[in-house]
């Protein structure tokens, strides 16, 4: 079974009656499908299966004799042609009449027997016996059916941005002021789908079935798809998805004169070259459907579509796509011989490798877009990574990066030794290991100085928290809560208050911590909290502290100690980790432009033993 009919909540079941046979067995039908036999490997062959249950519409038959099924066109390994053929446009013809289509279509994409694909409008084929063109890439199964089935054609299709898009184009300095617009403008069509007909016959158009005639609706049983209750409703409910998308998945979709959803096809002609493109789009015209209603000149709407050849720098990409090099940039030109082909993109069968292959390794059997916007000029007043980013950040990474290698495998070697360790030097040996690595990493002066700060650095900020530590453990000591204002949001200090007030004096004692005690102090976690719509940028820095209670006492008994029986050494130890501290603290500063204070303020903390929480 197909894993896209499941998303979407489809399933099928087969049923058959044995008394009347009114209609083929399981195993009839699975024979009728065609001849998997040729796929031993499991996923393909149960792919090759699910080919059949494709979601398409029969059109009509065509005859094998009036099919041909040629060789791809394959150089370094690569298929310039991986699924895809053509057909006459006789061929198109027919098939407008069979479906009802007003608009002729260049592409397709089939589903013929045991082939899948798309197929290109070729009038070469118009005078020749064969009608459909097929390519070896395109035949996965053995099948003797030959009706014609249709997945989707080539038409005016809307694009739509979503998150990797967006990123990928940020990437490229796109400013967001460009996809702010956009939204905007997004928005905007919205309301206009419910005040103004054009756009709300498009809205609708785009997102109903093809068998629901809204011309007609329209034109001849004159219904005001504004206004009549049914559509109205219909409209709002659009809208309101329309709005979820953006909320979930910033899916912004953008003007259809500024880009396209296509098909992908190959220049049979071998015209183009490597890095070139050929694209030619139908105009809308949004006034025309206006005029139309005013005048009831039904004839003029069923005019000849107006045709535009893009030409110029384009970007084409793909969905999924995860890297800054999946939106590639082709020049497009001109090409009488291929202006037949309207609503998809032309990629040369010239070059080294094919273009669709560049982009996520895609075959031509995918839709591609086509913004044009990105041609925008950046904004000044956006900060791009040049310019922070130098030749001394990237020192600076480079340093950090060999101290964290030599530092871990220092600290391996460490706790590997089966030597005994003189303890007196306990600290300066933890010093050189994995804490250090913390206590002196320039993480945290890159992000802030590359954003916020150039001023800022980590050292002082820790030396600065350090004291901040001392003051406040010595008020929450002395149970002087009142004293914390200033330095503790007063949230912070009701909840301080509910949870030490009633503490026993030697639990007091181990809060109030002396400088001297600190053995160890780093920053935890950077956070940054921003508000565009309140032009609010706040950022809070998680301080750990290791804490020690009368370090130097230890220090100096162990000193004293040194050459005495195991047992004291022991002793000693383990009252040293009954005495540590773990404290916690968060620090918040406003860093908006408009920010009467900009001082740092603690809007959380917690001391604890790690010896109760190992007995517990």
């Known amino acids: 079974m197909r ?28 024979k009728w499908m065609g001849d998997f036999d040729n796929e031993h490997v499991i996923a393909k062959h149960s792919a090759r299966i699910a080919q059949c249950f494709t979601s398409s519409e029969a059109t009509i038959r065509v005859p094998r004799e009036k099919t041909e099924i040629i060789d791809d066109i394959e150089r370094n390994g690569y298929i310039f042609t991986d699924g895809v053929g053509t057909f006459s446009s006789r061929l198109r013809d027919e098939i407008c009449v069979k479906m009802g289509y007003r608009r002729k279509f260049s592409v397709m994409q089939i589903r013929y027997g045991g082939c899948k694909g798309t197929v290109s409008v070729n009038p070469d084929l118009d005078y020749t016996e064969k009608q459909m063109i097929l390519r070896k890439s395109m035949y996965k199964f053995i099948s003797t059916h030959d009706v014609l089935e249709l997945c989707k054609v080539s038409a005016p299709r809307p694009i739509h941005l979503n998150r990797q898009v967006i990123a990928l184009l940020e990437s490229r300095h796109i400013p967001h002021s460009t996809f702010l617009l956009l939204q905007n403008q997004h928005l905007l069509s919205l309301v206009e789908s ?11 158009h785009e997102r109903l079935p093809p068998h629901l005639q809204l011309r007609d609706l329209i034109l001849t049983a004159q219904i005001d798809l504004i206004h009549e209750p049914f559509f109205r409703q219909l409209i709002t409910t659009m809208c309101k998805h329309e709005i979820k998308r953006i909320q979930d998945k910033t899916r912004i979709q953008i003007s259809k004169n500024s880009g396209r959803n296509m098909f992908g096809i190959v220049d049979e002609t071998a015209t183009l070259k490597s890095g070139q493109v050929f694209c030619q ?41 995860h890297h ?49 916007f990105v041609s925008s000029p950046p904004i000044s007043s956006f900060p791009l990574i040049s310019s922070w980013w130098s030749d001394e950040m990237a020192c600076k990474f480079y ?34 290991g994995l804490l250090s690595i913390a206590a002196e990493n320039e993480f945290g002066n890159v992000t802030w100085h590359g954003y916020f700060d150039s001023t800022f650095a980590v050292k002082p900020f820790s030396d600065g928290a350090r004291q901040a530590l001392t003051v406040v453990s ?3 000591g002395n149970n002087q809560f009142d004293d914390l204002s200033g330095l503790v949001t007063q949230q912070a ?50 301080m750990i ?9 230890y220090q100096e008994e162990m000193l004293h100690a040194k050459g005495d029986s195991i047992t004291n050494w022991t002793a000693t130890m383990k009252k040293m980790r009954d005495n540590i501290v773990v404290c916690n603290y968060k620090f918040l500063r406003d860093m908006s432009k408009n920010a009467n204070d900009d001082s740092w303020i603690i809007t959380g903390l917690n001391h604890w033993l790690p010896s109760e929480y190992e007995q517990q």
């Open 545 to 553: 502290f290791h804490i020690l209670k009368d370090r130097n006492s």
């Open 399 to 432: 340093k950090l990066f060999l101290n964290l290698t030599a530092q871990c495998s220092r600290t391996h070697v460490l706790s590997d030794s089966s030597q005994r360790m003189d303890l007196a030097h306990l600290n300066e040996y933890l010093t050189l």
């Open 194 to 204: 419910l005040l103004y007909l054009p756009s709300t016959y498009e809205l609708l």
């Open 3 to 30: 894993i896209s009919p499941l998303k979407d909540k489809q399933y099928w079941f087969y049923w058959h009656d044995e008394k009347n046979k009114t209609n083929l067995s399981f195993d009839e039908a699975y």
């Open 281 to 321: 789009y139908t105009i809308l015209n949004t006034e025309q459907l206006d005029d139309l209603t005013r005048s009831n000149n039904i004839r003029s709407y069923y005019q000849e579509d107006i045709k535009k050849v893009v030409v110029g720098k384009i970007v084409v990409t793909k969905n999924p796509c």
């Open 493 to 542: 200090i009701n909840e301080i208050k509910k949870n030490y007030e009633n503490l026993t004096s030697e639990q007091k004692q181990k809060i109030s911590v002396d400088e001297s005690e600190i053995v160890f102090t780093y920053p935890y976690l950077i956070g940054m909290i921003m508000d565009e719509q309140k032009n609010s940028r706040l950022v809070e820095i998680t």
């Open 474 to 476: 010595r008020l929450i």
């Open 324 to 372: 800054p090099g999946d939106l590639r940039t082709f020049e497009a030109i001109d090409v009488p011989k291929l202006r037949h082909l309207v609503d998809c993109i032309v990629f040369p069968q010239l070059g080294d490798r094919p273009h669709p292959n560049e982009i996520s390794g895609s075959d031509l059997d995918v839709n591609l877009t086509l913004p044009k």
